[in-house]
């Protein structure tokens, strides 16, 4: 159990902001893509209305991203200040590594939605996307080591 109590959250994703995951994800297949997620907090959870990419710097960026640091700066100290974090897995399910939670604690207190996406199977090649709430809290307030928590994903 959480400490929501009981109100169901989720992050909503406008259809503009779907299309660019997708379309970013696939045009770096077969590498990881990354960028930062937009928006505001809303009724029962988070809504997520823009997504600006930010190029993958790792030097194995097929299994791993590692966001350019010049393109990251200017990314976090935009205003609106990001609420989100994206990046893909090219190769496997859209769920959390143990480095992408080890990775968590780099995030700023702002980031509050974490989405992982993968390349779509089947006809359609509609991308698979999980969304996640980042808790650095425990039930009873107390500050916790950052945790995902996987909330649906809903229309804007
Ligand atoms: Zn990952």
Same mark, same amino acid.
Request: with cysteine.
């Given at each position: 159990?959480?400490?929501?109590?009981?109100?169901?959250?989720?992050?909503? %994703?406008?259809?503009? =902001?779907? /299309?660019?995951?997708?379309? &970013? +994800?696939?045009? #770096?297949?077969?590498?990881?893509? #990354?960028?930062?997620?937009?928006?505001?907090?809303? @009724?029962?959870?988070? #809504?997520?209305?823009?997504? =600006?990419?930010?190029?993958?710097?790792?030097?194995?960026?097929? &299994?791993? *991203?590692?966001?350019?640091?010049?393109?990251?700066?200017?990314?976090?100290?935009?205003?609106?200040?990001?609420?989100?974090? *994206? /990046?893909? /897995?090219? &190769? @496997?399910?859209?769920?959390?590594?143990?480095?992408? %939670?080890?990775? +968590?604690?780099?995030?700023?207190?702002? *980031?509050?939605?974490?989405?992982?996406?993968?390349?779509?199977?089947? &006809? !359609?090649?509609?991308?698979? +996307?999980?969304? *996640? +709430?980042?808790?650095?809290?425990?039930?009873?307030?107390?500050?916790? !080591?950052?945790?995902?928590?996987?909330?649906?994903?809903?229309? @804007?």
């Amino acid at each position: 159990m959480t400490a929501s109590q009981g109100i169901p959250q989720s992050i909503r %994703l406008s259809s503009s =902001v779907q /299309h660019m995951l997708g379309k &970013h +994800l696939l045009s #770096c297949y077969p590498q990881e893509a #990354c960028g930062i997620l937009l928006g505001a907090a809303a @009724a029962g959870g988070m #809504c997520i209305d823009n997504y =600006v990419p930010v190029r993958n710097v790792a030097p194995d960026p097929l &299994h791993s *991203f590692v966001p350019d640091p010049g393109e990251w700066i200017r990314a976090v100290y935009r205003e609106p200040a990001p609420v989100g974090f *994206f /990046h893909s /897995h090219p &190769h @496997a399910a859209p769920w959390p590594s143990l480095a992408d %939670l080890n990775g +968590l604690s780099s995030l700023g207190p702002e *980031f509050k939605v974490y989405l992982i996406g993968s390349p779509g199977t089947g &006809h !359609t090649g509609t991308p698979l +996307l999980n969304g *996640f +709430l980042i808790q650095r809290t425990d039930s009873n307030g107390s500050a916790q !080591t950052p945790a995902l928590q996987h909330v649906p994903l809903s229309p @804007a």
